[in-house]
């Protein structure tokens, strides 16, 4: 049964309670109410958290979500109080957590498609649609779609699938007015982040993110705002491509975790991701390269050097 291969035993802070272990996040609530996110170097592909993990990958997911956030905050507001570590925590934490309002978060992962490729080439192969969307005929792997599309799944727990989902069935299960604000919502922010990418010579092929209500903040006529939550446009949520390097009709060279999946299903590991056996270590050049590109994509985006 896939899961976590290893799983760790969460860190006992005072004042924290431990909530929940994820792929790569463990989550707290503090004495006020606030979340405490801790993002580890958890890494996972194929419904697996593997046991390996990837130095700095937590640091970079956190401070290249809080990069994002800024560019994106006359977009959506989003659900970061501060950085700061707590009191009596590990000192890892530091630049790998952020303290967050909670919110009442929405069941729906919340995906944008500007291009073809993953589940989506999957599904437009066999009924010309994804996630309900009808596309053109003649797309390949890695092509360019007409416009953004709106793609949302459902959420899975750890060692489970997300399922794509049509938007009518968003709107059945959280209601129109929800699911047209995550659709609107969802593809404005798309398309901020793939315009800046491409000013950065990368191609934000797709993305997804987790929106929230905040109840606390709502407004006089008692509406609550669409809060953007967890992490946004990391190598972990999204897929960017070297535009330099595009070529559709194959898979595309990318930042993501492709790397890793690669060799998992490689002859070099001998694992049958089939089988019933765990996924085994990464050897070492796997990790650093591995590395390397979570911290190339950092740069890439950020116009800032890792430190």
Known sequence: M?????????AQVPGLTHLHTGKVRDLYRNEAGDLVMVASDRTSAYDWVLPSLIPDKGRVLTRLSLWWFDQLADLAPNHVVSTEVPAGAPADWAG??????????????????????????????????????????GLVDGSQLP??????????????HDENVS???????????TAALLRQN???????????????GLILADTKFEFGYD???AAQDGSAPLVLADEVL??????????????????????????????????????????????????????EQSRARYLEAYERLTGLPWS
């Open 2 to 10: 896939p899961g976590f291969v290893d799983k760790p035993e969460p």
């Open 96 to 137: 790998r957590t952020m303290v967050c309002r909670s919110l009442r978060m929405v069941p729906v992962e919340a995906v944008a498609r500007g291009y073809l490729t993953g589940s989506g080439l999957a599904e437009y192969e066999r009924s010309r649609t994804v996630c309900g969307v009808a596309l053109p005929e």
């Open 147 to 160: 416009a953004p599309i709106f793609t949302p799944a459902t959420k899975a727990a750890v060692g489970e």
């Open 167 to 177: 938007y009518e069935e968003v709107a059945r299960q959280v209601g129109a007015e």
């Open 186 to 200: 969802t593809l404005a922010v798309y398309i901020r982040a793939r315009d800046i990418a491409a000013e950065r």
């Open 215 to 217: 109840d606390g903040a």
């Open 234 to 287: 990391t190598p972990d949520s999204s897929r960017f491509w070297p535009a330099d390097g595009w070529e559709p009709g194959h898979a595309q060279p990318s930042y993501d975790k492709q790397f890793i999946r690669d060799w998992l299903t490689s002859d070099a590991s001998g694992w049958d991701r089939h089988g019933q056996l765990p996924p085994p270590e990464l050897p070492q050049d796997i990790v």
